[in-house]
């Protein structure tokens, strides 16, 4: 998504910016729309699963995606494609016109994203920021460092690694596939990883994360990338949303599991998963 609003918004101005409702799960800043009209943008960043959107005007736009939330990208060119405006629709609860001719629509059917205005030297303390972990494609996630932080943790691996204060922004789909490539079962308890299974599983983090980013995102509901196309790294899953498929790890004849933990969905394979 950072990468998909880099080359529309980066260096260019909000030339005006509309907000449809009061609130989204949290109340919008006062003035919102007024504070960022005018604002020129220097620069976009991401924080775990949090957008940051630094400008001119001293401030910083943070967003967050939420679990139906899209930012699309219309009236711009977008390679070889031409998007024109299109009339405001039902969820569309923020509207930025940009220098250039491009809009950028923010949509949230369900309401559980978040926008907020902070000033950039104190962004990195703001609450939401403040005590997330390291980023998985960082030079701070290592091995050595992964192992310390879930030393001593009764809780399954899986509901440790979707702990933001571990490793920051890791989702549901992506911890499946990862300990699904390292070999480790989402039941073992944290403290039991160990710095060989958490040295796989540093790896496999990373290369999930890097081909999902090439594939454009995994498309399963309500994701869409800032073309309004749909991400295609759920045509790779290797065990997410695949109950009862044979397992692909090469000599593997085991079959995919699905099971709750948390409340969220799992899937693994119990016969090379341990």
């Known amino acids: 998504m950072r990468r998909g609003l880099q080359p529309v918004l980066e260096g260019r101005r909000i030339l005006a910016a509309r907000v449809g409702r009061p609130d989204l799960r949290r109340p919008f800043p006062e003035g919102m729309a007024r504070r960022l ?12 699963k949090y957008i940051l959107v630094a400008l001119d005007s001293g401030e910083t736009l943070l ?65 939401l920021l403040a005590g997330l972990g390291p980023e998985p494609l960082g030079n701070g996630f290592d091995e050595a460092g992964l192992a310390a932080r879930l030393a001593g943790r009764r809780s399954p691996v899986k509901a440790a690694l979707l702990d933001q204060r571990i490793v920051a922004g890791l989702g549901n789909i992506y911890v499946s596939e990862a300990l699904h490539r390292a070999g480790i079962s989402p039941r073992r308890l944290a403290a039991n990883v160990g710095p060989a299974r958490a040295g796989r599983l540093v790896r496999a983090i990373r290369d999930v994360l890097a081909e999902a980013i090439a594939a454009g995102g995994s498309s399963l509901r309500d994701y869409r990338r800032t073309d309004g196309e749909l991400g295609h ?42």
């Open 233 to 274: 790294f759920q045509h790779s899953f290797r065990v997410y949303d695949r109950e009862g498929a044979p397992c692909p790890a090469p000599g593997c004849t085991g079959t995919i599991r699905r099971i709750v933990q948390s409340g969220r969905s799992t899937f693994f394979c119990p016969s090379c998963q341990k």
């Open 63 to 127: 967003i967050h995606l939420g679990m139906s939330g899209r930012i699309l990208v219309s009236g711009a060119a977008l390679g070889a494609f031409h998007h024109a405006l299109p009339a405001p629709a039902r969820h569309d609860h923020v509207i930025l016109d940009i220098e250039g001719g491009a809009r950028v629509t923010f949509n949230d059917a369900r309401r559980f994203g978040l926008m907020d205005l902070v000033p950039t030297p104190s962004a990195d303390s703001h609450p």
């Open 37 to 48: 009209t005018g604002a020129r943008v220097l620069g976009l960043t991401r924080r775990s």
